[in-house]
């Protein structure tokens, strides 16, 4: 007599799925095409008026993204991400030809430029969300470190590739060519996610809180959940300390050591390279079995690293630093993103995506002039140490935190293990 095995196929491994892939491909031309729609709006804004309607025009892009982000996760949870996304790559498509067309008659109003990156800052907010909520529908748990590992050096590869691409468009053919690159960038991520079938939203665990649909619903829940509530503060801290630093310190700290531009592009080459291998291992790694000591460990080597880095004296210190802190960047910052797609329950994805993103897109650069101040103050080092002490708070909430510290393959919160075919109770 025939025996037919009832055991389950093992899942398809992210980096051989489809379905994976197509996300990643539309994401990274996400990427690209934002970056390269910054520079060609910059471009035009300071041709089109002097420097004050430039930075007119830039924060009018900034601000709604940073005003719509929350209510664009509460929408992505409504309706659903693949809605979404799709909505809103057709809708950039049509500003970035409105804008293309706009440039080719004359010389456009700087009233003009306002209106498009408003639009396209409010779409953004919508699209951000939206397709961090969707790896979830398209793939099981145990695959969401690869996932992340790879959303990760897709950053990275976009990093590097659109300023070059960006300048070389305008250089050849002006902003209308950049504008229309971006449409084709738009069109080619709706075309990929147009031909997605994500899966139904994945049922949470019996006992596990699935808030209900709305805004002020997704906050409450973040703000009772044992484990997501500390990883915010925590991912938020680590973003914090990371990003003023390296944003704002690194330009004045190359000044202040004599090392010039050439040096500035080594040590933040050296940043980008370690940050890909970091998060390329964990793509191969595909697990996280300790999330719990991991995620605190991995920050104090990035204080470590920055303090290092804000105190060399000779680039090839400053370099060694850099790569160090890359390599504990990419580790750290996809686990974290690992972390909150498992611990989250999925109903409330678009929502607590929102808020990661906020954050770091929103939030923080607001911190940036007071970077600047402190610098002026009391020199480079000292953004850079202060970095590094954000960190420390990071990590000292890490480890008062109970249920974030017990998270561990004993305790159900090993992320990405083959064993691990539903979601884990962790709330």
Known sequence: MAVTSTTAAPPRLAHRDPRILAWLGAYTASLIGDQVWFLALSWTAVRSGDATQAGLVLAAGSLPRALLMLPGGAIVDRYGPRRVVIGS?????VVML?????????????????????VFGAVDALFMPAVGAL????????????????????????????????????????????????????????????????????????????PESGLWEGLRYVARHRVLRPL??????????????????????ADDAGWGPGGMGLVLGAWGIGAAIGALGLTVAGRVPHPGLLLPVGMLVMATSLVGLGYASRIGVG??????????????????????????????????????????????PLLYPVGGLVASAHGPSTVFAAGAGAMLVGVLVAVVSGPFRRLSPAGGGEIGSRKDSGPTTII
Request: charged share 10%.
């Open 319 to 364: 370099v060694a630093c850099a790569a160090v802190l890359g390599i504990a960047t990419g580790v750290v910052g996809g686990s974290g993103n690992a972390l909150v797609q498992t611990a989250c329950a999925p109903g409330a994805l678009g929502r607590v995506t929102a808020i990661q993103m906020l954050v770091g897109v929103g939030l923080i």
């Open 89 to 93: 790559d057709l809708v950039r498509c």
């Open 135 to 210: 790896p979830v529908r398209l793939t099981t748990r145990t695959q969401l470190v690869r996932v992340q590992g790879m959303r990760s050096v897709s950053q990275r590869v976009a990093t590097v590739v659109s300023a070059p691409i960006g300048g070389a468009v305008l250089a050849w053919g002006d902003a209308e060519s950049a504008f229309l690159l971006d449409a084709a960038l738009f069109a080619f991520s709706l075309v990929l996610l147009w031909r997605l079938r994500p899966g139904p939203l994945p049922e949470a665990e019996t006992g596990v809180e699935e």
């Open 98 to 118: 409105v804008a293309a067309l706009a440039v080719a008659a004359s010389s456009p109003a700087i009233w003009l430029l306002v209106a498009i990156a408003l």
């Open 232 to 253: 915010l503060v925590v991912t938020a801290l680590m973003e914090a300390g990371f990003a003023i630093p390296m944003n704002i310190g690194i330009v004045l700290l």
